[in-house]
């Protein structure tokens, strides 16, 4: 596999394939690499070329200094798991490397509708104007044929999809299904803080899902987002920041009573970790 810290070392790599006429399929992630981050560059090979992944912890989308702090940073045994899976290559920069003039880059995100004030949007105060940020530079840098993401972070697909749209480029979008761990927990970078024994408890989030999903018929949609908190909330030490049931594609609330292409999406504070799950209903 090929290591590359600096963009133009990458920028010389990727030009070189795609003067050979190849298809790059593009995985960015924050590492701390996991079987969900794994599939995504499963899926790049299957479909691609050349498969490159970049690992970057990007301060401009964190907005909790400590969560940036606690971020894992492993690597080595990422680049290890990245080679073990045939990735052809890794992109691994500074943060001075992508903002080379401080984090305030010039970029302005474009006109995509409200969907980044929902949800993790309306908790997570400047997210995804960072994600945004970072995400437009590597696919400039990179300029791959297909992205892939997992739709473990619905929203943040959706976005990107409306933003890679907005700005004209070419790229073929792939949204990719989640990866449990065995009780059903989605599979986290941040799952390795939690303790053991909470790590197992919080399979209710999973299954508090599944069970929503199970009682669409029986009611609406005010009481399902009150049913999965509740449920969740049995488990001692969570507190629910928000369970809410919104239209697929827009993540709104216009058009639910239909009951036609819902998602139910959750994000949960256990042993101060927050976690984030979704599932199409
Ligand atoms: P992250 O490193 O957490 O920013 O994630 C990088 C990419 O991996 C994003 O597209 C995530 O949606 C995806 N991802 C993270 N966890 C999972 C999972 N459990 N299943 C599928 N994709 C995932």
Redesign the pocket.
């Known amino acids: 596999m090929n290591s590359f810290y600096s963009i133009k070392a990458l920028k010389k790599y990727l030009n070189q394939a795609k003067s050979e006429g190849k298809t790059i399929g593009f995985?960015?992630?924050?590492?701390?690499?996991?079987?969900?981050?794994l599939?995504?560059v499963q899926a790049a090979l299957n479909e691609c070329n050349i498969a490159v992944a970049s690992i970057f912890v990007n301060p401009t989308q964190f907005n909790n200094k400590e969560d940036l702090d606690k971020y894992p940073r492993t690597l080595e045994k990422d680049s290890e798991l990245l080679e073990n899976v045939g990735c052809h290559a890794v992109f691994a920069p500074t943060v001075k490397e992508m903002y080379p003039h401080g984090l305030k880059n010039g970029f302005e995100a474009p006109q995509i509708g409200n969907i980044t004030s929902v949800l993790e949007g309306e908790h997570r105060p400047g997210h995804f104007e960072g994600m945004m940020q970072v995400v437009s530079l590597l696919l400039d840098i990179v300029a791959p044929t297909h992205l892939?993401?997992?739709?473990?972070?619905y929203q943040?697909?959706a976005i990107v999809s409306l933003m890679v749209e907005a700005q004209g480029r070419e790229i073929i979008m792939r949204g990719?299904?989640?990866?449990?761990e065995e009780n059903g927990l989605?599979?986290?970078?941040r799952n390795e803080r939690l303790s053991p024994t909470c790590r197992e408890n919080a399979k209710i989030i999973y299954e508090t899902l599944e069970k929503v999903k199970s009682q669409l018929d029986f009611h609406n949609i005010d009481e399902l987002e009150k049913l999965g908190k509740a449920l969740i909330e049995k488990l001692d030490g969570t507190e629910v920041e928000y369970f809410e049931i919104v239209d697929a594609k827009t993540l709104t609330k216009t058009d639910i009573n239909a009951k036609k292409n819902l998602i139910a999406l959750t994000a949960v504070w256990y042993e101060g970790i927050r976690l984030i799950d979704n599932m199409i209903l």
């Open positions: 995985v960015p992630t924050m590492g701390a690499l996991h079987k969900g981050h599939s995504l892939y993401m997992g739709l473990k972070d943040q697909f990719m299904p989640i990866v449990r989605a599979m986290s970078s």
